[in-house]
């Protein structure tokens, strides 16, 4: 007997756990332009807009993203990873027109605040829209990493800058370098892992070219970056001392630094969940810099 999807199914469909890779380089690029510019602060509704809208991309992002997977046969039943469509809950018709309803929602959201802040801002929002919609022809071009940290990271933080100010404070494009490198390698996690199967499906990953051994070695060296990055911005006075917070995330790091290290050819087991792993990194330290640019603005 064919059974209807729930709400909470609908709501699970779009992976609303992986909107802090979203949601939290929205926020801080919003602390951090209100620490950098007061100002702006009389202008915080206008971040907290642009906050949801990048929600909104990332959500019709995934569900175009399992769409294409399904399509193409990269996922299908028996592989670790989405069971939106090959569970069969779902057609792939629904998740489709799905997807395409929340890039229109966010495209929307993007015409209404162009004329209140500027229209400069259309252009990153033609960016952000590009990725959502084609990230899956990137993806299948070992091109997906790039894609990935240039929307996660400087699109919606230079974005959410411009909002607030009006115009585009390229300083958040060096802030939002740590949090771009962690959100890259949460895909850089899945798709290592995914490496035998992405090959059966004819595609081709980061991962898949430069091997395992290797993408073992770039997870280390992006998850590295993002603290050394942290460090030296404080070094500059590009961030305040109290970003060092972050470094509470450190054992959360190491231990998926440690998980990565265990992978091999013929087992990948100990990674299975690790791209859940790098998003939770992620959330805490994006967290904790949340934190830290609040504090900063308050003393």
Not at 19 to 41: G, K, N, W
Not at 253 to 279: F, H, W, Y
Request: aromatic fraction near 12%; charged fraction near 10%.
């Amino acid at each position: 007997m064919e059974t209807k999807p729930t709400l909470k199914d609908w709501i699970i469909a779009v992976r609303p756990w992986s909107f802090a890779v979203s949601a939290l380089p929205a926020f801080v690029a919003m602390m951090y332009t209100i620490h950098t510019h007061p100002e702006s602060s009389a202008n915080w509704v206008l971040g907290v807009i642009a906050i949801i809208g990048a929600v909104i991309f990332h959500a019709g992002g995934n569900l175009l993203s399992d769409y294409n997977d399904y399509k193409y046969g990269v996922d299908r039943d028996g592989k670790v990873g989405a069971t939106t469509l090959t569970s069969g809950l779902f057609t792939p018709k629904q998740i489709f027109v799905y997807g395409r309803i929340f890039i229109c929602i966010g495209i929307l959201m993007g015409f209404f605040l162009a004329p209140v802040v500027g229209s400069g801002l259309i252009w990153i929002g033609l960016f952000g829209t590009i990725g959502a919609l084609f990230y899956y022809r990137f993806k299948f071009k070992a091109l997906g990493d790039l894609l990935i940290f240039l929307v996660y990271g400087p699109t919606i933080m230079l974005g959410t800058g411009y909002v607030m100010l009006g115009h585009i404070d390229w300083t958040l494009l060096f802030v939002s370098f740590p949090m771009a490198f962690i959100t890259v390698n949460v895909l850089h996690a899945n798709n290592t892992r995914d490496i035998r199967s992405d090959r059966y499906a004819e595609i081709k990953t980061y991962a898949m070219v430069i091997g395992m051994k290797a993408s073992v070695v770039h997870y280390y060296f992006l998850t590295a970056l993002a603290y050394v990055a942290i460090v030296v911005m404080v070094i500059l006075n590009t961030l305040p001392l109290t970003a060092l917070i972050t470094l509470i995330t450190l054992p959360v790091a190491i231990r998926n630094c440690k998980a990565m290290s265990q992978v091999t050819e013929d087992d990948v087991t100990p990674i299975n969940d690790l791209d859940k792993g790098t998003a939770q990194l992620q959330l805490m330290f994006s967290a904790s810099l949340s934190f830290a640019l609040i504090i900063a603005i308050v003393i």
